[in-house]
């Protein structure tokens, strides 16, 4: 528990409507009363977690200098674990700054970056995964990623690093058994310890897996417009970007490389991509730009295949929807401005249950509902409650755990005796440490909270 008392604001710089300071430690009272006097004549000591009103005073000269409300969290129940007390006053810089430099004379110290939520986590409070989460929260760019860090906050990812260490605690105990009473009853099967390796590797793989798809919220989902040329890829791109980016003309083969530009929809971003038209043709710069839509598409998280309405649909439309099985996709029917050729019923059964709408890329007809159906097919399916790693050094220690353990398996599965493989899972106690911040690193806490605001 530290012994001083932080004092810091906590709302952004600027001016606001509200601005809130913060102070934590053992003094956060007897500094709060210095530059903070209720108004109420009946209040003595300062209650707990009840807001009482008041202002802000400089004691030396007498001045009023705000009005406030105070509310007093006493420790260890408060976030930090310490006495701590937020106070309210109006948002403007040169009060609150005036109020830090109270709290400051009167025997607070100016806050480091992050150092309450450091506090909670040396208090015990939160695990170090979800002081990180505090941080990316604040920080998330979309409602994916916010969403993602206010269920770390609440622990699910260090509970599932916890199941982890159960399994792995469980198989060293029965190799322990085995290794200390071997002569005992029927022994311990290796099966029952391979089991529980198994099912931490499982869990670990999971984690694992999910930080390209962290990596892919932190950057935007990325969704590729394909087709046959001239259909309207280029109109398309520009009317979801509201902005004239390709270069659009009447002549197939107008986008030959492919162009990529952020696009943000309600909360969520994503990377959006105009390709060259899919065709059968030989020029060999329109066949490198086939080639590259290609695999873009393949490798996209979602794709729009967008077809010329206005004409007879033709093999290689059909082909394009087909090649495409197992993407997440929308069939967009573009040009519906025009008079409809297309035989829509066809489209529906190449398609099958991949859903579809009718836009015009010109005029603009549909772009709003079309932007709500990326939305809903290429983001909601990733809300689906799993865990995802966010940070690299996340994934590299699961990684380390994950290596060790598959070792020990190996090991076991080659007939080595308990002794053998009983290391090797030992082995990864300390990293599993590491990760939940059990084990305090004094450079892994730096390295965290220094990217933290001032303040929180
Ligand atoms: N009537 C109508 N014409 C459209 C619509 N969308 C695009 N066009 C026209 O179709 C032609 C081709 O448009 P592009 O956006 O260049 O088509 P593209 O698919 O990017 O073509 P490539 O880059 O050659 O593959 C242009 O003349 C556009 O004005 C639409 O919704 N309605
Ligand atoms: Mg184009």
Redesign the pocket.
Known sequence: MADDTIIAVSTPPGYGGLGIIRLSGPAARRVASRFFKPQSKKTGTLPARSPVLGDIVDARTGERLDEAVLIYFPGPLSTTREDLIEITCHGSPVILEQAVRLGVRSGARHAGPGEFTRRAYLGGRIDIIQAQAVNDLIMARTLEQAKISIRQLGGSLSRMIESVRVRVLEALTLIETAIEFPDEGPGIPPARIGKSLGNAIAALDAMIGSYDLGKTLLEGLTVV?T?????????????LLEEER???????????DFLREPLRIGNSLFTLI??????TTFHPIEKEGRERGRKLAAEADGVLI?I?A?RKETAEDVAIIRGLAGKRRIVVL?????RVRVDKDKLKRAAGAVPGLE?????G?NIGRLKRLIRKEFVSSLERGGEVVLHLHQKLLLEEIRRGLTEAQRLLDAGFSEEVYAEEVRGVLPSLGRLTGEIKSREVIDRIFSRFCIGK
Do not use: E, H, Q
């Open positions: 417009i087709g046959r040329p001239n259909v309207g890829k280029s109109t398309l791109f520009n009317a390709a270069i659009v003309t009447p002549y197939p083969g107008t986008t030959r105009d390709t060259a038209g899919m065709s967008l010329d206005s573009n040009k519906s401005d025009l836009v015009s890329a010109l005029k007809t």
